[in-house]
T-cell receptor, first 108, second 114 residues
Framework: QKEVEQNSGPLSVPEGAIASLNCTYS??????FFWYRQYSGKSPELIMS????GDKEDGRFTAQLNKASQYVSLLIRDSQPSDSATYLC????????FGTGTKLQVIP | ETGVTQTPRHLVMGMTNKKSLKCEQHLGHNAMYWYKQSAKKPLELMFV???????ENNSVPSRFSPECPNSSHLFLHLHTLQPEDSALYLCASSQEGIPNEKLFFGSGTQLSVL
C-alpha cells in the first residue's frame, strides 16, 4: 500500500466548474497535510495546509480533512485554465511523504 | 520566484563525468533539502541539512555526495551516475527543518545521464 495515494489523472473539468482532488494516506498518526501545485517544468509551490478535521478555505481553494477516514481533499471553485497543473498531496508525521500527484486540466 | 535558486537548469552528463548541482536560498532559512522527482513517482527525499549539519540521508547511493558549507548554500556532487539517475533534482528550504513546515522549492535541475 502506498503511503500517500492520489489518482494520477488527468482530471479534466470545464472552466468555471469545481475541481475535486483527492488524497488518502496510510499513517493514522499523520499530523499535517499540504497541497502543492506544480506547473509543467516548474517547481512545487504550497497552496494550502490543513492540520485539523474539517474545511479550510482560502479564496477559491478549500482543503478538507477527515482523519478518521484518512482522507484529505482539495476543492477548486470556478476553475480557470491557469489552474491546470499537477497537484501534489503531502502528509507529515516524523517525515514528509508526497503522493505522485494528480494532473488537472481545465478546459476553456 | 520562491527565493531558492538552482543551477544549472538542465544537465546532460555521461556515466563517467563528475558534475555538481548548486542551490542557494535567500530566505534566511536554517534547513535545506535535496529531493529527486522521477516520472510517475512521488518526490523522494535524499538529504536534509539543518544548520549546516546533515540530519538525514535516505539511503542514497554514494555516487551522490552532498555538501552544505553554510545555511544558504547546498551542493550535490555527482559522479559515475547511472541512466536511472536521470530525473528532476529539486532543492528546497524551510525555516527550522521540522516536518510540518512549508517547503520552498527551487526550480530544479533536469538531469539526463547518457
Amino acid at each position: 500500500q502506498k503511503e500517500v495515494e492520489q489518482n494520477s489523472g488527468p482530471l479534466s473539468v470545464p472552466e468555471g466548474a469545481i475541481a475535486s482532488l483527492n488524497c488518502t494516506y496510510s499513517d493514522r498518526v499523520s499530523q499535517s497535510f499540504f497541497w502543492y501545485r506544480q506547473y509543467s517544468g516548474k517547481s512545487p509551490e504550497l497552496i494550502m495546509s490543513i492540520y485539523s478535521n474539517g474545511d479550510k478555505e482560502d479564496g477559491r481553494f478549500t482543503a478538507q480533512l477527515n482523519k478518521a477516514s484518512q482522507y484529505v481533499s482539495l476543492l477548486i471553485r470556478d476553475s480557470q485554465p491557469s489552474d491546470s497543473a499537477t497537484y501534489l498531496c503531502a502528509v507529515t508525521n516524523q517525515k514528509v511523504t508526497f503522493g505522485t500527484g494528480t494532473k488537472l486540466q481545465v478546459i476553456p | 520566484e520562491t527565493g531558492v535558486t538552482q543551477t544549472p537548469r538542465h544537465l546532460v552528463m555521461g556515466m563517467t563525468n563528475k558534475k555538481s548541482l548548486k542551490c542557494e536560498q535567500h530566505l534566511g532559512h536554517n534547513a535545506m533539502y535535496w529531493y529527486k522527482q522521477s516520472a510517475k513517482k512521488p518526490l523522494e527525499l535524499m538529504f536534509v541539512y539543518n544548520f549546516k549539519e546533515q540530519t538525514e540521508n535516505n539511503s542514497v547511493p554514494s555516487r551522490f555526495s552532498p555538501e552544505c558549507p553554510n545555511s544558504s548554500h547546498l551542493f550535490l556532487h555527482l559522479h559515475t551516475l547511472q541512466p536511472e539517475d536521470s530525473a528532476l533534482y529539486l532543492c528546497a528550504s524551510s525555516q527550522e527543518g521540522i516536518p510540518n513546515e512549508k517547503l520552498f522549492f527551487g526550480s530544479g535541475t533536469q538531469l539526463s545521464v547518457l
